[in-house]
């Protein structure tokens, strides 16, 4: 089945940047809506991000509209979602998904996937 590997977490002041890549094996991933979810202790799961498998498509959530921008590379079978002017709040554990046969805006907002990453932490404090 579908494997993704998040990386690029880690630490960073408020108002800094990273960009995590979700990286696919065992199946091209250009079929595939991927995504973002991020779970922080104490609050509900989020859909952060989607995009459709040719990339036209994609929804943030309101939380990080501006800041946040999916992207993918199915040449490299790899997704990566940049986020500028990092907040607090945007500290979480992030998770890639993938799933087949759904648009970036119903796998964001039912926040249900097939396949997920095992995660990576993204703490934004000074």
């Known amino acids: 089945q579908l494997q993704l590997v998040e990386s690029g977490g880690g630490l960073v002041q408020p108002g800094g940047s990273l960009r995590l890549s979700c990286a696919a094996s065992k199946f091209s991933l250009d079929s595939y809506t991927i995504g973002w979810f991020r779970q922080a202790p104490g609050k509900e799961r989020e859909g952060v991000s989607c995009v459709s498998g040719s990339g036209v498509s994609s929804y943030y959530a309101d939380s990080v509209k501006g800041r946040f921008t999916i992207s993918r590379d199915n040449a490299k079978n790899t997704g990566y979602l940049q986020m500028n002017s990092l907040k607090p709040d945007d500290t979480a554990v992030y998770y890639c998904?993938?799933?087949?046969?759904?648009?970036?805006?119903?796998?964001?907002?039912?926040?249900?996937?097939?396949?997920w990453g095992q995660g990576t932490q993204v703490t934004v404090s000074s």
């Open positions: 998904v993938a799933s087949l046969g759904i648009t970036a805006r119903h796998m964001c907002e039912r926040i249900r996937a097939e396949y």
